[in-house]
């Protein structure tokens, strides 16, 4: 169960340090994190934005999952 939950929250963090991961150029065009938020459709349509985007969510996914592996096998012992 600890492995889902992190996992979950590692995408949520995910998604706003992709924000910050992004060049100034994206971040000028998005003007904001919520309006990246709400964009967020859009710049995954461009195959030239949505590479960073699917990179960096899924890299804090995977270290939240196996923070939460490593988390539920040390509790067990």
Avoid at 5 to 23: D, E, K, N, R, T
Avoid at 63 to 70: K, L, Q, R, T, W
């Amino acid at each position: 169960m600890k492995k889902i939950m992190f996992l979950i929250l590692g995408a949520i963090i995910g998604l706003p340090l992709s924000y910050f991961l992004q060049s100034k150029m994206i971040q000028m065009y998005t003007r904001g994190f919520s309006n990246y938020v709400m964009d967020i459709g859009d710049l995954l349509t461009n195959s030239k934005t949505n590479t960073m985007i699917f990179v960096s969510i899924g890299i804090f996914s995977i270290v939240g999952f196996m923070i939460g592996y490593f988390l539920d096998k040390k509790s067990k012992k």
